[in-house]
């Protein structure tokens, strides 16, 4: 099921096959691209999926300042680093396949459907040496990058504090020159860390020789204090065990300390830690703190870290979908087997006739429809995004910039609709199986609880809201907004040439003609406060009409390409679906929205006790 999607959207909807016609890509073709498909999916359904539940039972432990996992995981980090997808899209060079960003991305979604909690430490360790690739020194990437992307060490990002959360602006870690004379290091200028740093994903563990951890902290000014804002923020390469020049390990441990374990509602497979830099239980030469290797130049640690970030925001929504996946085809094969009510009829039912398979019921086909809509409405999205990261790598020009500014607007998108939207669709896979699907009995309620954290991690809704509503669509004189329309008005009037689709087209025009009224009315007084209001009402409307958009080019696709009768197709019936129960509900979002609702704005703290 997944994979005959994912086909359809990579090689009918997006061509990449097109992207062959690179030199970069020339040695590829569908049956290569294919290949690197056929393998995500074998070693996800051999060493990750069935080792789900056990993840997710034994989850990791603090014994004696070393965080212990089951065998499972340490099979599965084999078996992907075999794989050689950490470095997919990498340069030959770098020991990679040089494939397109998009194949990329599809493969690893086998891997989060099979199990998010043994794959996440993995799409880290990538998006750290990416990072790394683009803001590191040459030294940098030969000794961390290269050693990441070969599986030899793990990677993290650590942004977070316990006082500050997403309030990035207000970590106290902090960062002084290591040394009287401040001479260079070949890694870097080197810095010592103090500080604390908490929901470190893959912060401690035993897959890998090293752990490469991406540490923010801010450098002291000359009168001792951190400098205020983001703007203070610097990017260190803080590695738990120390290196010489040449990437050697020295025997020596970084003074970097495993506080805590952080016990989770869902993604139990990966550990969770609080870090403590430069508390003195592993000092370093002599002195107190971490050791850290500077990244980039001091201040620009934000906008380093930002290049991962949005990668992360892209990789959470299809991740987020490929759960929403994994319950839809849990709870359809349940629906054939389970047998329970009778049909209706015009004489009444029938209660000596046999039960039905639920899947007969018109309201459990809708829950079916809903999480197939939603689940891969998302991976459209999540895909079509990294189409851009390829288009913007190997185009020129115009066509280069605008494949930037498009992803920049959706990025935001694709982390968000994909990840509420799919946490509802895995309810819908428990209330399908209704009380068993409460039970351990069943995947459906793990799918839950993982799915669940994709709404929070890098940045949760209201934060990704506002970057949308006060930034992405108003930057450049809202260019983004500009682009997006005009291929959504194109994508329309396609549509409309067509009897099986014009009528989605013509309800997208609508919508579109909705979400940019809204958009105008809500800065129309231009008050921030305002105008952000109900940001969050915006951006679920603005991700329905997205993925509307995307659900009548797939319509357009299927109607071109399938061989069986076009109008039962299960594409273009839960396109249907997707336009007759979705769409309409941005009425209701856009409404708040254009009259500048001030029910919440105003909302007093005694109005929650009264």
């Not at 309030?167 to 960062?175: H, K």
């Not at 990261?389 to 968000?416: F, I, Y």
């Not at 007084?525 to 080019?553: C, I, K, M, R």
């Amino acid at each position: 099921m997944l994979r005959n999607t994912i086909d359809l959207m990579l090689y009918d909807w997006l061509q990449v096959e097109a992207l062959t016609a690179h030199d970069r890509y020339a040695d590829h073709s569908r049956e290569t691209f294919s290949a690197v498909l056929d393998t995500a999916e074998r070693i996800a359904a051999e060493k990750f999926a069935p080792f789900n539940r056990d993840a997710d039972v034994n989850e990791p432990r603090l014994v004696d300042d070393r965080v212990v996992q089951p065998r499972c995981a340490h099979d599965a980090a084999a078996a992907f680093v075999e794989s050689g997808m950490l470095s997919a899209s990498q340069d030959y060079e770098m020991g990679g396949m040089q494939l397109p960003c998009v194949v990329e991305m599809a493969a690893n979604v086998f891997f989060a459907k099979a199990s998010v909690g043994l794959h996440g430490g993995n799409v880290l360790t990538t998006a750290n040496a990416n990072l790394l690739l683009t803001h590191g020194s040459e030294r940098q990437r030969k000794v961390f990058a290269a050693r990441e992307l070969r599986g030899e060490w793990f990677g993290t990002m650590c942004l977070s504090e316990p006082q500050a959360g997403s309030a990035l602006a207000d970590i106290l870690t902090r960062a002084v020159p290591d040394g009287v004379e401040f001479e260079a290091d070949p890694l870097g200028a080197r810095y010592r860390l103090t500080g604390n740093k908490m929901w470190i994903s893959n912060g401690d563990h035993e897959l890998s020789a090293n752990i490469v951890h991406l540490v923010l902290a801010k450098i002291p000014g000359s009168d001792g204090c951190l400098p205020p804002g983001v703007r203070g923020i610097s990017l260190f390469i803080v590695p738990k065990h120390l290196v010489d020049v040449d990437g050697n390990l020295t025997g020596e441990r970084n003074d970097i300390a495993v506080a805590g374990l952080n016990h989770k509602l869902g993604h139990r497979g990966i550990p969770n830690t609080l870090l403590n830099f430069g508390e003195g239980r592993h000092p370093v030469q002599g002195a107190g703190g971490a050791i850290g290797y500077l990244v980039g130049q001091p201040g620009e640690g934000l906008k380093c870290m930002f290049h991962m970030m949005n990668e992360a925001r892209i990789v959470i929504g299809l991740y987020a979908s490929a759960i929403g996946y994994a319950g839809f085809e849990a709870s359809f094969e349940y629906s054939r087997t389970r047998k329970q009510g009778r049909r209706l009829a015009a004489t009444g039912k029938d209660v000596a006739s046999p039960p039905v398979p639920i899947i007969e019921h018109a309201d459990v086909r809708r829950m079916l429809l809903a999480q197939k809509a939603y689940s891969e409405g998302g991976l459209a999205l999540g895909l079509y995004c990294a189409r851009l990261v390829d288009q913007a790598r190997l185009d020129a020009g115009v066509a280069a910039n605008e494949a930037k500014v498009l992803l920049e607007l959706l990025t935001p998108v694709a982390k968000s609709w994909a990840s509420e939207s799919c946490v509802e669709a895995n309810s819908l896979a428990i209330q399908v199986l209704g009380g068993y699907g409460y039970t351990r009995d069943y995947p459906v309620e793990q799918f839950w609880r993982d799915n669940r954290l994709n709404m929070i991690h890098e940045g949760t809704h209201g934060i990704q809201a506002l970057d949308l509503l006060a930034r992405k669509v108003r930057l450049d004189g809202g260019r983004g907004l500009a682009l997006l329309e005009s291929r959504i008005r194109n994508a329309i009037r396609a549509g409309e040439a067509s009897a099986s689709t014009r009528p989605m087209a013509q309800a997208l025009r609508t919508a579109l003609d909705q979400l940019l009224h809204a958009t105008a009315e809500a800065w129309a007084d231009g008050d921030p406060e305002v105008a952000t209001a109900n940001a969050t009402p915006y951006l679920q409307a603005f991700g329905h009409v997205v993925v509307a958009w995307l659900w009548l080019e797939m319509a357009s696709v299927t109607l071109r390409v399938a061989s069986t009768d076009s109008d039962e197709h299960g594409k273009l019936r839960t396109a249907r679906y997707f336009f007759h129960y979705e769409l309409p509900k941005i009425g209701a979002w856009l409404g708040v929205v254009a009259g500048r609702e001030r029910t919440c704005l105003d909302a007093r703290e005694e109005c929650f006790v009264q």
